[in-house]
């Protein structure tokens, strides 16, 4: 057990035996100023919260200080009635607020009574059964809301376990909050009591016990309890002031004091009525201007402050709207043109300037042209514009590559640098900053001018940042083909197609496919990185099996087979076997029969956990095969490889999966490896 915990535990028990042990009237005295710290420190920690849940401990520090409360009663009770004094505290109390008039002392003790049990007390228990019934009558919405964020992939599962966490908090905050303002109205109740005891009990033993005349037990045990009873209701008073504002207080960005003095005091002109009804009151009443002007002027100069600093805040926001507005009737582009959204952006930080200003030897414009023409003859796509933009938002050094407005790639920059990578070995000379390549995540490192011939003469390859920047945004080009055709690109297509073959176009369009159909057909083409540069061989394909099946999937999968010299010199590189992972008997007929048909087509109904098996087994082959140095590709039947692929391409989305009838009967098939279950 640590020493603070000890240390709580003891001054429990310490607690529950002032009960029973008498207290020495010093020691009396030491616990007495710390009641009264404690019970202030309470009240400064509840102003200075922004959410109840930061001091989730004072249900239960509200009943310990309570406990102790009371403990110090029942101790100073024992002290007044057998020695007829309680210490120095409790007569200091007795004497300074009674001010030699025991009456008066007794005056003010029933309205700190009063004050406690009636307005705060009650107020508090209200507030907090409240609280407690509205926060348990909320759950089920909250917790609705929760699950709905989370499916919709606002937040992610970590944040939705925490946002549960703090609603299970704030029920069992409001609900402890709710029975422990019963300890603070009992603590009133018990305070009345033990002042009557008090004092009655003090008469009689003052007479009897102590010897002391009628007179003189009056003064001197009304005296005593008068302070015994201050200095209990005073930290009893701060504690449920306390209580009060912690389940009344709304959570905010600030503390109490930042909330008063940011709401309360943002309307100036308020503080001139209230000074001008201060001037007449003291000017038309008795009271006199002498104890009234000089608030009144206080108000008066607090009020034109306040509206001096408004009036400068909202002339600098007017200016900064002023400046906006400006800006926007300078810019060329309209308000339709903004809402348009770029098929393709690439934005850089201020650093990178240099790449696309052609004054500065840039050649970034020179180098998205080649990537336009090198996507044209290896996918067959032509890409949209590249829309060039410089972003002050971002880093000096980052770029971002955005997709239709998303942004689906970033990186750094360094200009002055070249981007090394190693050969597989590292050589301790070649120092520069740690980094990773951007486009296939490799680890790099940035090096000077001077490091580059030694780097390139060890074998790392070395290139300049244009052809990093070039590189990453062909991948990402590459990557996200599939997105970039839509039915105005598929129709673009077509018409080129039409210009040499215009009857295979008529035959197909539109009485056998629609242009939307055929998109999606491209679409799937690109998406597992097929070229779809041979477009006759295509439209023959889906003129051929379109009067039989409109399925996307089915007519995809035809289309591939069309395909099969293509494909076949893709993955295989000439005068080499094809190396591939095979899928064995057991996994295809599992496959074959978890397929389900219905009225839109057929998918695959197959058991999570079997996926999760295919999957795994097949990650640990297409490992080896890295590990080997070639290139994964997935072998399989005709029948199951559009399902196989949607298996695979949830977590290898790179990895290619082909079929039999996909592959020339010319080229060699090399099966290094087998996936079974």
Same mark, same amino acid.
């Given at each position: ?12 028990? *310490? ?51 309570? =406990? ?67 926060? =348990?009558?909320?759950?089920? +919405? ?28 704030? @029920? ?6 709710? *029975? ?9 109740? @018990? ?33 005593? /309890?008068?302070?015994? *009873? ?30 008063? /003095? ?19 009151? +003291?000017?038309?009443?008795?009271? *006199? ?12 100069? @607090? ?270 590189? !000439? ?10 008997? !057991? ?6 029969? !978890? ?55 949830? /977590? ?18 090399? !099966? ?6």
């Amino acid at each position: 057990m640590k020493a603070k915990d000890l240390t709580v535990l003891i001054g429990i028990i *310490g607690i529950v035996l002032m009960m029973v042990v008498p207290i020495p009237v010093g020691l009396l005295d030491v616990l007495l100023i710390i009641n009264i710290s404690a019970a202030l420190m309470i009240l400064l920690i509840s102003m200075n919260t922004q959410d109840a849940l930061q001091f989730s401990i004072f249900p239960a520090l509200l009943l310990i200080t309570t =406990l102790f409360r009371l403990a110090l009663n029942v101790s100073t009770t024992r002290n007044i009635l057998q020695h007829a004094e309680a210490g120095e505290v409790v007569e200091t109390f007795g004497n300074w607020v009674a001010g030699g008039q025991v009456a008066i002392g007794f005056v003010v003790f029933l309205i700190l009574v009063v004050v406690q049990f009636i307005v705060i007390t009650k107020g508090s228990e209200r507030v907090a059964e409240v609280g407690a019934r509205f926060t =348990l009558d909320a759950m089920p +919405g909250k917790q609705m809301s929760i699950d709905a964020d989370l499916n919709a992939g606002l937040i992610n599962e970590q944040q939705a376990r925490d946002r549960r966490q703090k609603i299970e908090r704030e @029920a069992d905050f409001y609900g402890s909050m709710d *029975g422990a303002s019963k300890f603070v109205k009992g603590d009133a109740i @018990a305070s009345i009591i033990i002042l009557i005891i008090n004092l009655l009990g003090g008469f009689v033993i003052g007479m009897t016990v102590h010897g002391l005349s009628f007179g003189e037990s009056i003064e001197r045990f009304s005296i005593l /309890t008068i302070g015994d *009873g201050l200095v209990s209701q005073i930290p009893a008073l701060l504690i449920s002031t306390a209580a009060g504002l912690i389940v009344t207080r709304a959570s905010s960005e600030g503390n109490l004091a930042y909330d008063v /003095t940011s709401q309360v005091l943002r309307y100036p002109k308020l503080l001139f009525i209230v000074a001008g009804t201060i001037t007449l009151l +003291g000017i038309g009443t008795p009271i *006199g201007p002498v104890a009234t002007l000089p608030f009144a002027a206080l108000l008066v100069f @607090a009020g034109y402050r306040m509206q001096k600093s408004l009036a400068k805040q909202q002339k600098e926001e007017d200016l900064l709207v002023e400046e906006q507005q400006i800006e926007e009737v300078r810019s060329p582009e309209s308000v339709i043109s903004l809402l348009q959204v770029d098929p393709i952006e690439f934005e850089f930080g201020y650093g990178l300037i240099p790449l696309a200003d052609t004054q500065q030897g840039g050649d970034l414009l020179d180098r998205i042209i080649m990537i336009r023409r090198q996507c044209a003859l290896e996918l067959g796509l032509v890409v949209p514009v590249i829309r060039i933009r410089d972003n002050i938002q971002l880093k000096p050094n980052e770029y971002v590559i955005k997709i239709k407005g998303n942004t689906v790639a970033r990186g750094e920059l360094l200009l002055n640098h070249y981007l090394a990578m190693s050969p597989g070995f590292d050589d301790d000379s070649i120092i520069g900053i740690e980094t990773v390549e951007p486009a296939f995540g490799l680890p790099a490192i940035w090096i000077d001018e001077a490091t580059k011939e030694r780097a390139e003469l060890t074998g790392y390859t070395v290139v300049d940042p244009p052809s990093v920047v070039a590189t990453h945004l062909t991948e990402i080009v590459k990557r996200h083909a599939h997105e970039l055709i839509g039915r105005q690109e598929t129709k673009a297509l077509i018409e080129n197609v039409r210009e040499t073959y215009p009857t295979l176009v008529e035959e197909l369009i539109p009485s056998i496919l629609t242009v939307g159909e055929i998109q999606k057909v491209l679409s799937k083409l690109l998406r597992e990185k097929i070229s779809i540069r041979d477009m006759v061989t295509i439209f023959e394909t889906l003129a051929d099996h379109g009067t039989y099946t409109k399925d996307p999937d089915i007519l995809t999968e035809y289309v591939r087979q069309s395909l099969s010299r293509q494909i076949t010199q893709q993955f295989s590189q !000439s005068g080499d076997a094809l190396r591939v992972i095979t899928v064995g008997p !057991s996994v295809e007929k599992k496959i074959a029969e !978890s397929v389900q048909s219905s009225d839109q087509g057929s998918y695959l109904a197959l058991d999570p956990i079997m996926t999760q098996t295919i999957h795994q087994r097949l990650n640990e082959q297409v490992n080896k095969q890295i590990q080997s140095g070639y290139q994964p590709v997935v072998l399989t039947s005709p029948t199951i490889r559009m399902y196989l692929r949607q298996i695979v391409e949830r /977590t290898m989305q790179d990895i290619p999966v082909l079929s039999y009838s996909e592959l020339e009967p010319s080229v060699e098939v090399q !099966s290094i490896g087998v996936v079974n279950l």
